[in-house]
Nanobody, 115 residues
């Protein structure tokens, strides 16, 4: 059974930084793309950042230049470094990994940006 465990969420003032982590465990043979999604209250879940198995990254326009996605394949872990956080970044953040058996999701971690 595959499990994704997220950590690193919390509350921060505008302009602050947080680093999210998502670690996979279980019987995993390969991981292709790794994604970070977020869902704010009353809004649809949106794809924030993606990193492919070759290291190619992409971001939603609203976080470009502020967020950085990375991965450590040996540790089966992905990260999201979030800098210059804004109140509109407040949401529950979810990680998603595409495995050989299908998609796996984390449980979500709350990020709150407020003064």
């Amino acid at each position: 059974q595959v499990q994704l465990v997220e950590s690193g969420g919390g509350s921060v003032q505008p302009g602050g930084s947080l680093r999210l982590s998502c670690a996979a465990s279980g019987s995993i043979f390969s991981i292709s793309t790794m994604d970070w999604y977020r869902q704010a209250p009353g809004k649809q879940r949106e794809l924030v950042a993606r990193i492919t198995n070759t290291g190619i990254t992409s971001y939603v326009d609203s976080v470009k230049g502020r967020f950085t996605i990375s991965r450590d394949n040996a540790k089966k872990t992905m990260y999201l470094q979030m800098n210059s956080l804004k109140p509109e970044d407040t949401a529950v953040y979810y990680c998603k990994m595409m495995l050989s058996i299908g998609a796996a999701w984390g449980q979500g971690t709350q990020v709150t940006v407020s003064s």
